[in-house]
């Protein structure tokens, strides 16, 4: 039995281990790979086509191909392969970017690989908005 013990009564996988800033940068790294490979690069680019820039086709179309692509990655390194384990993975990943800034610098990479880029309405459109308080 490996050094990871696991209950026997848990059905559910245990949770993933908090990973060091260093360790997480690992991990950012081999996801960023994976975004990078022939054909994780060429789903995306057909997603990205179908989703002509639109958000909200944008999560329909491209954002589970990015989840896919992590997924793969993070559950060797603990994380459930299921959009919760992505989740936990961005938040542990957001944690560190005020500490770290070649993580912080990761993470943008990573953001803008299947993000549309964000354009501000001009100021003062009078397209509603939220009040500041």
Avoid: W
Wanted: net charge neutral; charged share 20%.
């Amino acid at each position: 039995m490996s050094s990871l013990q696991r209950p026997m009564a848990a059905s559910a996988p245990a949770p993933a281990a908090p990973l060091s800033a260093e360790q997480a940068k690992v991990v950012l790294a081999e996801v960023l790979k994976a975004f990078g490979a022939p054909e994780n690069a060429q789903r995306l680019d057909e997603a990205r086509d179908n989703a002509c820039n639109d958000m909200g086709k944008m999560l329909q179309f491209l954002l589970p191909v990015a989840t896919q692509i992590q997924q793969d990655v993070i559950k060797a390194y603990g994380f459930s392969s299921d959009g919760e384990g992505v989740l936990k993975f961005a938040r542990l990943i957001k944690s560190y970017e005020s500490q770290d800034p070649e993580i912080a610098s990761m993470s943008g990479k990573l953001k803008a690989m299947f993000l549309p880029p964000m354009t501000l309405p001009p100021h003062g459109s009078g397209t509603g908005g939220v009040a500041a308080s």
